[in-house]
């Protein structure tokens, strides 16, 4: 199956059989008990959302061999917003 062909499903009745959903639930999960009562160091959305957002968009970009338009309109922002994101995670 080529790369282009190789598309995700995105139908689905519940986020829980959601491959990507469950990896995140098993994960916060984890991250959770591993603090064992204690206290997280930041908040949890910016941590997820700060941890997940480099490995995005570098595979996206990588999907479209490069390509930042076609990327940008894959993750549904603008290049502009794209190329901004690339800098701060150090992408660019």
Do not use: F
């Amino acid at each position: 199956m080529s790369a282009a062909s190789a598309k995700p499903s995105t139908a689905t009745s519940d986020c829980g059989d959601n491959a990507l959903a469950q990896c995140v639930t098993q994960l916060v999960r984890r991250y959770l008990r591993d603090l064992d009562g204690n206290a997280a160091d930041a908040e949890l959305h910016d941590l997820v959302m700060r941890s997940a957002e480099a490995p995005l968009l570098r595979e996206v970009l990588a999907w479209h061999g490069g390509n930042q338009s076609r990327a940008a309109a894959t993750l549904g922002i603008n290049r502009a917003t794209l190329r901004k994101k690339l800098g701060q995670h150090g992408l660019d």
